[in-house]
């Protein structure tokens, strides 16, 4: 499924890229497509950090993020990196208690906040926040000269950086930087540019479950049992590990399993990270070939699996099945595999093997694969430095076509036929 967001360069005095806004795209269409606020900026959350990646949609620099009054008391932006995300405060928004309490709260994590579209500051509530505002934008097409000075006063009072939004000529740009604007955005610089990418659709069943799991409270719940559900969908696996090597929970350990990579989140946090993914809304799998390659992923995890358990190999199994699983990822995501494991906090071994290269992580998949496409003469070779037998090989290969189509009836049978 493609997925689109809309980015725009927010630029220095200097007109060099000091950011970028990232916008909801629905579309090719560089337009805006009316939608729920809460869902837009989901999507955009979503599609930016989990499925396009900032490598490729910021260069790595700071993306402004508008966010709504549920979202921000939801505490969503804490669950990235301070480094990346910059707040942006809708201008709608109430500037409540609870919102300055959360404010205050990503202003001690180390995040910017931006008031957007400010166009008057006339209400007693706003010097409040202000405190632990760091750049007000305003709107220099909608906003009168009176209320202009005093936003461009306030700011100086409270050390706030300014950024002209909406410029559109030469000489608003000259005449901003003249008042003390510092940061510049606007069609004079650039339109949104729309980018692409290819996301992966993920179970409603496995996703209910989980959600089930999680809601027994922290200290009740079964990792093992979370961990189990999520080695039936890559898709949920894919962004799981994707939200580690984006967010403020990124570890230097690299990830051997999917256990691991729950853990290093934190059951709460996936908690909360699913309820961002539940505003987005599920996604059926949209062709059966989708469908045949997630299920191939599947057999393949868990033939790598019993086959390094049945080698009594000193590596966790849990590093062969998530090797196995991930094995396809670059079909299903429509990208060069090296750039995909390069945006996965993995285990080196692991990004070896699925690059192709030779470990034992390979060579068990590599056995796995000549199993899959009946290569019996590779396979001999292969089961012979494995020091292993075809029954032994065609037992664990019987044993996981069990298992997958089991999953596979429960989870996929309802979609087999649309």
């Not at 300055?100 to 910017?112: A, D, P, S, T, W």
């Not at 075809?390 to 649309?418: C, K, R």
């Amino acid at each position: 499924m493609e997925v689109f967001v809309a980015r725009q360069p927010i630029l220095k005095a200097n007109e060099e890229v000091y950011a970028y806004e990232l916008l909801y795209r629905n579309s090719k269409d560089n337009r805006f497509t009316p939608i729920d606020p809460n869902q837009a900026t989901s999507e955009v959350l979503m599609n930016s950090f989990l499925t396009i990646g900032l490598r490729r949609l910021s260069q790595n620099k700071p993306c402004f993020i508008n966010f709504t009054e549920d979202l921000l008391l939801e505490k969503v932006p804490e669950y990235f990196d301070p480094q990346q995300l910059v707040v942006e405060i809708l201008e709608h928004v109430s500037y409540s208690m609870g919102l300055i309490r959360v404010c205050r709260e990503l202003k001690r994590q180390g995040f910017l906040i931006a008031l957007d579209d400010i166009v008057s500051v006339e209400e007693s509530s706003i010097i409040e926040l202000l405190q632990y505002i760091d750049i007000l934008k305003v709107d220099i097409r909608e906003v009168n000269d009176k209320d202009r000075k005093e936003i461009i006063n306030l700011a100086k009072r409270f050390n706030i950086t300014l950024l002209a939004e909406k410029v559109e000529t030469r000489d608003e740009h000259q005449t901003c930087l003249a008042e003390g604007f510092e940061l510049f955005q606007g069609y004079y610089y650039s339109k949104p540019v729309v980018i692409s990418g290819m996301d992966i659709p993920f179970l409603a069943s496995t996703y209910f479950q989980i959600i089930k799991e999680l809601s027994v409270g922290a200290k009740e719940v079964n990792i093992d049992k979370v961990t189990e559900i999520l080695e039936q969908d890559v898709a949920l696996t894919y962004k799981l590990l994707r939200l580690i090597n984006s967010s403020m929970y990124q570890r230097t350990v690299p990830v051997k399993s999917i256990k691991q990579a729950v853990m290093l989140l934190g059951t709460d946090t996936l908690e909360k990270w699913l309820y961002v993914l539940s505003v987005k809304q599920t996604s059926s799998f949209s062709s059966t070939s989708t469908q045949l390659v997630l299920k191939t992923s599947l057999l393949r995890a868990k033939m790598s699996e019993q086959l390094s358990i049945r080698l009594r190999t000193t590596n966790k199994a849990e590093g062969f099945f998530l090797t196995g699983f991930l094995s396809l990822i670059d079909v299903i995501t429509k990208r060069p595999v090296t750039e995909i494991i390069e945006s996965l906090p993995l285990d080196t071994n692991i990004k070896v093997a699925l690059e192709g290269k030779r470990n034992f992580y390979r060579d068990i998949l590599d056995t796995v694969m000549a199993m899959e496409k009946a290569d019996f003469e590779e396979l001999e070779d292969r089961l012979i430095e494995l020091e292993l037998g075809f029954d032994e090989i065609f037992e664990i290969y019987g044993q996981a076509i069990a298992w997958t189509d089991q999953l596979y009836q429960e989870n996929f049978s309802d979609l087999v036929h649309e």
